[in-house]
């Protein structure tokens, strides 16, 4: 045998000996890992095929505990297991677990807040301590559920190496609250790979964060540019990834870009897969395609987070379009510090479809009376004169690390005063009621008699109403995800259509506030007819006051009317899922007495429609600007935000409504319709409002999301010209608006059909701009019309031009690079920075653009 060959022998035999020790290391690693569904006596198995063991045998102290099941098992529940059962914990107990010694170690906690024996889940105050490390303090599975509109919460840590090889998990009831419990449903611990290393701390040049020797808690995990990724999907973590739409900041929304069909991502050879899934890397959103556009704004993400603590922001690039250095070169800054300068993803990755992250630490200080906020931009690198002025990012990740003191515990966040909490209110309501049923039936023969009877007659129907639903649930066959937002949220298709069933399925009917006739009768006048604000295809809309002082717009389905149970339930089934700055929020319904009712916020500006034709006082150019950009920020949500493509259908100035703070919320859901984002169409009956009517639509019956660009772009002329969309009283050439509009911009008298009190208001750019906009809206074929995407685009381009016709000229005419937008001056104020409707003392030029509120998450 010479040398070679015994060196080759060599080399073979150590490879199988660390594939074997590789192998022995996974083994252990499952072998010690642990699915607990608590307060169960045989475990069972979820909807993912894992298998999960009861609880009892590492409880070592018990203290008072017991076990429980849920009284109701909501339709949003993933699976039962391990949400349905609950160890119920009155004074402190400990979880003993046996661990790898010198592993990181991923515990997942799962809680549904529900009600269980005689314990109220408002009641559920408790404190989690895992080692040394405290979790979670104080901490209101409740609470937080309703601020997150939520039905379960999933808490997920990176613990440190244990070094004794044992993991001890306490849990213990507040001492704050009277009565207060824990609970837990479900405790998930498995090894992980050891995934963090130190991280450069924005701010300070010369210092770093060791991550290593910290616990973290995960705050955000984001797919940016694309779907929801559920934990089967992942790189063999079991994590969740969710859309980052939520959190872009205010219209400049970029674009979303996807690996061109025969490309493939490819992990560099120091880099594991597992770090994220091959889906993070295959999408991602960019600036858009416009260079000059894009030097003046920032590509933004804001997040709620809790002050005093360190956190660690991993970005996730891959370059899916550019295969040369200085291609694309851009800027990040994180709260208003430059935390990278000139990055350029092939020059870090060495090639196209080469997957790499970076780590950035960045500490949040508490400020008092003020919410914690972490804001990540991207701004195109000027200076170093890249090939395009662009900026891209595929992947966010943003973890939390324990404090000084070894605490992770923030605050409970502060429900918002949405439907959810008010359903949640309700259900409390129904649940006190029903304890007291005994002493009710005392009272039944008194003077009271009819009250207590009338009480009665109320908890049984919400019995009977609760049992329906869940027989509902339980009879449904399929359940398929809807809105990657906050948390996966689901919706069963129910197969009983019988004559008592309600057309509303059991997660809508869930998802939104119930109201009873007579509350909508006692906020109306029992629809008195002074109270009418709007009347529409579904029937009257009243203004109406619930609880006590809150103005809602009632909508109330007329006998007579076309649209009957089926667009009833489609509003219901849509909004009640759907939250988005620029939908109207639905609050809730009632179905009593064969009415059908609908409860919005109240808008208190009413209808674009009435502000072009029936208002003594005229919007402005920019007013009607901002809400076209308002407007078209919602369908481009519906059009790309949800896991289902959903296609509107009746885009028109009716059904676009404005707040008190001329914020615009596209509105009426009753003929939407939904499809997979793979399909090129959806096969329907023609339905919708002539005159907004896509002409293709109408000729071959297949409607698609370009269906609402076209109506959208009816709106805009309609916008420009306070025009109606049909005038049958007019010559035969001007019936139509669309068609009368786009005669004039070809023939180039459109500014001769300008709304009068406009004339002399807008810039010839910005007409410019807007004309073409809605002329591409209107193209005859779907194909060529432009995304909504597009269409927000350049109504914020427009905007800018309005605002800076001078400064947009000259930039254009001198070919020179327009002014960077973003100064990152200490002094410089972050929401002038970031896009904030004032000027910057940096910026003397102005921000200029229409940034109309800030986007923020539920």
């Not at 290593?212 to 694309?226: A, C, E, H, K």
């Not at 007329?558 to 089926?566: A, H, K, L």
Request: hydrophobic residues 35%.
């Amino acid at each position: 045998m010479n040398r070679r060959t015994h060196i080759l022998i060599c080399l073979i035999s150590l490879y199988f000996l660390l594939s074997s020790i590789s192998v022995l290391r996974a083994s252990n690693s499952n072998s010690v890992s642990f699915l607990l569904t608590c307060g169960s006596t045989v475990g069972g198995i979820d909807s993912e095929g894992r298998n999960w063991e009861s609880d009892r045998r590492y409880l070592v102290s018990s203290g008072d505990s017991i076990s429980a099941r849920a009284r109701y098992q909501d339709p949003s529940l993933p699976s039962s297991v391990p949400y349905m059962s609950a160890r119920i914990i009155t004074s402190e107990s400990t979880y003993k677990f046996s661990v790898p010694a010198k592993q990181r170690l991923s515990l997942r906690l799962y809680f549904y807040p529900s009600q269980y024996s005689s314990f109220n889940p408002r009641d559920g105050y408790f404190s989690v301590v895992a080692g040394k490390i405290t979790l979670l303090k104080n901490f209101s599975a409740s609470i937080t559920a309703q601020a997150l509109t939520q039905s379960y919460i999933l808490k997920e840590f990176s613990l440190t190496p244990s070094r004794t090889g044992f993991l001890n998990l306490t849990f213990t009831p507040s001492t704050k609250h009277n009565g207060s419990f824990a609970f837990i449903n479900g405790i998930e611990i498995v090894p992980m790979p050891d995934l963090f290393h130190p991280a450069a701390l924005v701010g300070f040049s010369d210092q770093i964060v060791a991550v290593d020797s910290s616990t973290l808690q995960t705050m955000y995990r984001l797919n940016v540019g694309g779907q929801y990724i559920p934990p089967s999907n992942d790189s063999g973590l079991s994590r969740t990834w969710y859309d980052d739409s939520p959190y872009v900041y205010a219209a400049a929304f970029g674009v979303t870009i996807k690996t061109e069909e025969n490309d493939v991502i490819e992990y560099p050879y120091d880099m594991p897969n597992y770090v994220a899934p091959v889906d993070v890397y295959n999408t991602a959103r960019s600036m858009g395609p416009y260079s000059k556009v894009n030097q003046n704004y920032n590509l933004t993400w804001v997040f709620e987070v809790d002050g005093n603590f360190m956190y660690i922001l991993r970005l996730h690039f891959c370059e899916l379009k550019h295969t040369k250095i200085n291609q694309r070169v851009f800027d990040i800054y994180i709260n208003n510090q430059t935390a990278q300068l000139a990055a350029d993803v092939i020059a870090w990755s060495s090639s196209k479809d080469s997957p790499m992250f970076k780590d950035f630490a960045m500490y949040v200080s508490e400020r008092p009376g003020e919410d914690e906020q972490l804001w990540l931009a991207l701004h195109p690198s000027i200076s170093q004169k890249p090939e395009v002025y662009d900026a891209i990012l595929n992947g966010l990740e943003i973890f939390k690390l324990n404090d000084t003191i070894g605490n992770l515990a923030g605050p409970n966040p502060v429900p918002s005063p949405l439907p959810l909490a008010a359903e949640s209110k309700e259900e409390m309501k129904s649940f006190e009621a029903s304890k007291s049923k005994k002493n009710v039936h005392i009272i039944a023969g008194t003077a009271g008699g009819a009250a207590a009877i009338s009480l009665l007659a109320a908890i049984f129907i919400a019995i009977y109403q609760r049992k329906r639903r869940i027989l509902e649930s339980d009879q449904s066959g399929t359940t398929s995800r809807w809105l990657p937002l906050y948390g996966i949220s689901y919706t069963n298709k129910s197969t009983n259509s019988g004559a008592n069933s309600s057309p509303v399925s059991s997660l809508a009917s869930n998802l939104c506030r119930h109201f009873a006739l007579g509350e909508i009768k006692q906020g109306t006048k029992n629809f008195e007819e002074t109270h009418v604000i709007g009347v529409g295809g579904f029937g009257k809309v009243y203004k109406g006051v619930v609880d006590g002082g809150t103005n809602v717009a009632i909508k109330r389905a007329s006998p007579s009317s076309e649209q009957g149970v089926n667009e009833f339930r489609t509003e219901i089934e849509m909004l009640s899922k759907l939250r988005h700055r620029h939908l109207v929020s639905l609050i809730g319904f009632c179905q009593e007495n064969n009415e059908m009712i609908l409860v919005y916020d109240y808008m208190s500006h009413g209808t674009l429609r009435e502000h072009l034709y029936q208002c003594e006082t005229h919007l402005s150019w920019k007013q009607r600007l901002e809400i076209c950009i308002g407007a078209a920020r919602g369908l481009h949500y519906l059009h790309t935000g949800a896991k289902y493509t959903i296609i509107h259908r009746d885009v028109k100035t009716t059904n676009i409504l404005v707040d008190e703070n001329w914020v615009a919320k596209v509105s009426d859901f009753g003929l939407s319709k939904t499809g997979s984002n793979n399909q090129t169409h959806i096969s329907t009956l023609v339905k919708g409002s002539f005159g907004y009517l896509d002409p293709e639509y109408f000729r071959r019956q297949q409607l698609t999301d370009k269906s609402d660009v076209y109506s959208f772009g009816v709106v805009l002329f309609e916008v420009l010209c306070a025009h109606p969309a049909l005038s049958p009283s007019l010559p035969k050439e001007e019936v139509s608006l669309a068609d009368w509009a786009l005669h004039c911009q070809k023939n180039g008298t459109l500014e001769d059909i300008i709304d009068p009190t406009l004339k002399g208001t807008i810039t010839p750019e910005c007409l410019k701009k807007f004309s073409e906009t809605a002329e591409k809206c209107l193209s005859d074929h779907g194909i060529d019309r432009p995304s909504m995407g597009d269409v927000l685009w350049n109504l914020e381009y427009g905007l800018q031009l309005q605002e800076k016709p001078n400064a947009s000229r000259s930039k254009v005419e001198d070919n020179k690079p327009a002014k960077t937008f973003l100064a990152v001056t200490p002094t410089t104020s972050i929401k002038s920075c970031l896009g904030g409707m004032g000027t910057s003392s940096d910026d003397p030029d102005g921000i200029i653009f229409s940034q109309i509120h800030k986007q923020q998450g539920r």
